[in-house]
């Protein structure tokens, strides 16, 4: 019996011919990463048992994206744990505040390719799978033990496929494909498997766009989410990668948990309502709804193409005289320092300015309650983001609905729940 795409990956790492779900493994990292908020727990850990020295300080990667710019502090001490553990350890993958979130940092900068075991202190780090890695968010306990060993146990979870075919319509984004999934599932309809992604509209998206599928496998229970690398992923990894990559597929006769296919030409932009990312609901039925704040940014949706149509967006409604929602604040977050580069090059800066968004430097923000964006009770946010549990962007009595960039930027011109449509023509998305 043949194995899959991830099977395979963890049959090399743990040095074995062939792996099956439920087997418990031992298998070597590629790369051990934690951020701000989990690093300091595992440095505790690792002093607390007399550790003074890492497996390999070139395959940890630290970044300091949850709390940063330091909002109190608290934070800023956290932030000054990881700094000096950095320093005295020579830790190769550091990066500062500003930098970025590590999600979307690691591919950016080659630093995760394809074939890659990753775990992550941090639950979205299953992101990786768009590239085509096994990668996984952990304890702090299990980095502290990654990061002294370079190794990490699991059960091999049994995996499940999810076929897209149709081509999406306008305005339709790997985020719609993945709400579509979790809508479908439930959030634990998933758990402890791997979400196996392909199909004809899976291949039709950029690989910016796949990252934000496997960046939600989380939502639904997940342990990773994984597409297999094609000529799209080559192109992304070979002008990044800062090491050698192997390319892993699925065998034609590997077994599954389960099968699910949907027509992607069928689905409209959708909405998560709270407080659970599978409350899913067409936009169409959800104009109703009036929003107090738009989020644009987090590890899901905050890459170059994600603010590429959201500018958009905005660019189309300036031209009608039109701007954020008087009743409305918008708040924009590139989520790299490259990414905000490059939109800054691109003018899309300057039309989110002048549409009356706050842009701000690239970090988490919002996304978790931690701050730049907090909300208040009562208030509602349409965000980019992942997660919409009650009180994750702030106030228990808060409310968060979860859509794509550009369904967030069109709520944001018209103060309420909107389909891209009523602010931009689909035709004029032809230059993005």
Known sequence: MGMTITEKILADHAGRKEVKPGDLITAKIDLAMANDVTAPLAIKILEKHGIDRVFDPNKIALVLSHFVPAKDIKSAEQAKLVREFVRKHGIKYFFEEG??????????????????????ADSHTCTYGGI???????????????????????????????????????????????????????VDGALYRAMEFEGEAIRELSVEQRLTITNMAIEAG???????????????????????????????????????????????????????????????????????????????????????????????????????????????????????????????????????????TSTCGPCLGGHMGVLAEGERCISTSNRNFPGRMGHPKSESYLANPAVVAASAVLGRIAHPEEVVRAEELATV
């Open 222 to 360: 997940g342990k990773s989410g994984i597409i297999a690398p094609d000529d799209k992923t080559i192109e992304y990894v070979k002008e990044r990668a800062q090491k050698e990559w192997k390319v892993y597929e699925s065998d034609p006769d590997a077994e599954y948990h389960s099968v699910y296919e949907w027509d992607a030409s069928k689905i409209e932009p959708l909405v998560a309502w709270p407080y659970l990312p599978s409350n899913v609901h067409p936009v169409s039925e959800s104009t109703h709804i009036n929003v107090d704040q738009a989020f644009i940014g987090s590890c899901t949706n905050g890459r170059i193409e994600d603010l590429r149509i959201a500018a958009k967006v905005f660019e189309s409604a300036l031209k009608q005289g039109k701007k954020v929602h008087p009743y409305v604040r918008c708040i924009v977050i590139p989520a790299s320092k490259n990414v905000y580069m490059q939109a800054m090059k691109e003018g899309l800066i300057d039309i989110f300015m002048e549409a009356g968004c706050a842009v701000s």
């Open 99 to 120: 930098e970025g979130i590590e999600h979307t940092i690691l591919p950016e900068r080659g630093i995760v390719v394809p074939g890659d075991l990753v775990v992550g």
């Open 132 to 186: 085509g890695a096994f990668a996984t968010g952990v304890g702090s306990t299990d980095i502290a033990y990654a990061m002294a060993t370079g190794e990490i146990w699991l059960r091999v979870p049994e995996s499940m496929k999810f076929i897209f075919y149709g081509k999406p319509g306008a305005f339709v984004m790997g985020k719609d494909l993945i709400l579509h999934t979790i809508g479908e599932i439930g």
